[in-house]
């Protein structure tokens, strides 16, 4: 390994309802290969102790990614990992902190450039679950008569839609952390183009057995925002339970094109 690599950062951003945790496997791999890792909870997940049904935006949901990019020593750059619906907060991020990036890595991950704007992007990117019944248990925390806050994907659903490739000792702990995630921060959420927004490198690594976000859903928004690496894992929605090893691979070669570019 360069010694460039060594000092290399990455965050990892959890999706809908999940948290830091979910990485566990994938930190203890890069911080064995002299990598610095950072495993965050936004706001509502993981360990955060906020509220999801009190989080109404997407700034204030992804307050602890926001604090890391702008607290960055002025030379010191990241690699931004991110899941599922993670994907969005990368994008997110890229508009905003587009010198602090040195490279977005999506896994199985909302890949939009403006967010959603088209019934397109919605078709290419959320979750179409219909097919297994009424799957989520949705919360109204501002009463019955208001909108949804959160929502959790039943228990006796979680192994079949998102883990159902991975361990049953993994399914099995991710079943009791995850938490209800915030509904609201989603709701038509796009961003303002950031200047520099493609001059990020992005990876995308397709699930090839994923029931969240189809394989085919994952081509569309590779086809409408091209990245610059394309990888692909014998994985279901949760590679980071599953595969491990091939999803540490593909971020080891993630990696090796930032040294020869340099």
Not at 19 to 32: N, Q, S, T, V
Not at 233 to 242: A, C, G, K, N, W
Request: charged share 25%.
């Amino acid at each position: 390994m360069s010694g460039t690599s060594k000092k290399l950062h990455f965050v990892a951003v959890h999706g809908f309802g999940h948290g830091a945790w979910c990485w566990y496997k994938i930190r203890c791999l890069l911080e064995e290969s002299d990598y610095k890792v950072t495993c965050l909870d936004l706001k509502g997940s993981g360990i955060d102790p906020s509220d999801p049904n009190t989080i109404f935006t997407f700034q204030d949901y992804n307050k602890p990614l926001i604090d890391l990019l702008s607290n960055l020593p002025e030379n010191e750059k990241v690699i931004l990992i991110g899941h599922s619906a993670g994907g969005l907060s990368l994008t997110y991020a890229i508009h905003r902190f587009s010198k602090k990036i040195h490279m977005a890595i999506y896994v199985a991950a909302n890949m939009l450039k403006l967010g959603f704007v088209t019934p397109q992007d919605h078709k290419d990117a959320v979750p179409d679950l219909s097919m297994y019944g009424d799957v989520n248990t949705t919360m109204y925390g501002l009463g019955d008569d208001q909108p949804p806050t959160s929502r959790i994907i039943k228990e006796e659903f979680r192994r079949k839609i998102l883990y159902h490739l991975s361990s049953k000792e993994d399914s099995t702990l991710a079943a009791m952390l995850l938490r209800p995630g915030p509904v609201r921060p989603f709701d038509g959420v796009h961003f303002a183009e950031g200047p520099d927004a493609d001059s990020v490198p992005r990876v995308f690594i397709k699930t090839m057995h994923d029931r969240v976000v189809q394989p085919e859903q994952q081509d569309a928004m590779i086809r409408r925002w091209p990245p610059f690496l394309v990888f692909e894992l014998e994985s279901e929605h949760s590679p980071f339970f599953s595969v491990p090893a091939d999803l540490f691979g593909c971020l080891l070669k993630a990696v090796a094109s930032i040294d020869s570019a340099n």
